[in-house]
């Protein structure tokens, strides 16, 4: 199996430095040019199918390489980003000075807590995981168009990886990465940061 992972371009709130999962945000102009560096970055890939977080910073972004190589998108729901719950659309001062109490369980014990009306790690890691159970066999070429944290997710769960070591992978937005997986054994072969492709 091979694995194309974008994360979506920049948008309004990454700019903010807000904490966003399930909540909506418009690209950035900057955003606006990766996603023509992404379509050029990818044109030649021959991929047998795409999968996009249903997310709208995601989706708008699978359907414009969908339309670029011809492919047909998947929603799958295991893509989305973490759930920030009572910590959405602020940024890190806010739910400090908001959500004190809940803010330090988070920092502490951030695998298994589950922000009030969101998720924990664990609970995307075990989301994640499963679906990629469900791949990793096939000789197969995906796209995934995805988010930040869900592609740290993939990266040490196919990497053989401690969740822990999810933080030794910046995935800024308009990244590309690629991982083939084959025998139970995962090998990165390429990780594109937006400094190359701003």
């Known amino acids: 199996m091979k694995l194309i992972l974008i994360r979506h371009v920049e948008t309004i709130a990454n700019y903010q430095k807000k904490y966003i999962g ?17 379509l050029k970055g990818i044109e030649n890939e021959k991929v047998d199918k795409i999968y996009s977080s249903p997310l709208p910073r995601a989706f708008k972004l699978a359907n ?3 339309n670029k190589l011809d492919k ?12 920030f719950g009572v910590f959405e659309n602020k940024t890190y001062k806010e ?6 109490n809940e803010w330090n369980e988070w920092i502490n014990d951030y695998i298994n807590y589950k922000i009030p009306k969101g998720e924990s790690l664990k609970e995307v890691y075990k989301r994640v995981s499963s679906f990629l159970d469900s ?29 822990n070591d ?3 992978f910046k995935i800024p937005p308009g990244s590309i990465v690629e991982i083939e997986y084959k025998d139970n ?10 400094k190359i492709i701003d």
Do not use: C, M, P
Not at 72 to 82: C, F, G, R, T, V
């Open 22 to 38: 399930s909540t909506k945000s418009d690209y950035t102009n900057r955003g606006k040019k990766q996603i023509i560096k992404i």
């Open 64 to 66: 414009k390489i969908s």
């Open 185 to 194: 054994y995962g090998i990165l072969t390429k990780l594109n940061t937006n």
């Open 72 to 83: 047909d998108i998947e929603i799958q729901n295991a893509l989305k980003e973490l759930n």
């Open 135 to 163: 791949l990793k066999e096939s000789n197969k070429t995906f796209l995934l168009v995805t988010h930040g944290g869900i592609i740290q997710t993939i990266l040490t769960y196919l990497l053989d990886l401690n969740i």
């Open 95 to 100: 739910v400090k000075a908001e959500y004190e």
């Open 166 to 168: 999810r933080w030794h």
